[in-house]
């Protein structure tokens, strides 16, 4: 799976969330660029790659495979 594959499922099972909008990833400073994704068996680990410009450290965020929602996030 891609990022922004994951985006668009997130944003399909989970309209409420923000995680993926304009907004949010220009506050950070991020692109899709920014982001990598690996398996971690029955969830998603998305990582943000290199410390983004605007200061936010490199950092990871957990995903559920069954409906794409964020079950953990980083702080």
């Known amino acids: ?5 994951l985006k ?6 989970n309209p409420q969330s ?22 971690g068996g029955d969830v ?3 990582r943000r790659l290199r410390k983004s410009p605007k ?3 490199p950092t990871a965020w957990i995903f559920s495979k069954e409906n794409f929602a964020l079950i953990h996030r980083p702080g």
């Open 44 to 46: 998603w680990v998305l």
């Open 18 to 39: 923000h995680f993926f909008s304009r907004n949010t990833m220009k506050f950070c400073g991020d692109t899709m660029a920014s982001y990598g994704l690996s398996d």
């Open 8 to 13: 668009r499922l997130h944003e399909q099972h």
């Open 55 to 57: 200061g936010f450290p």
């Open 1 to 5: 799976m891609r990022v922004s594959e």
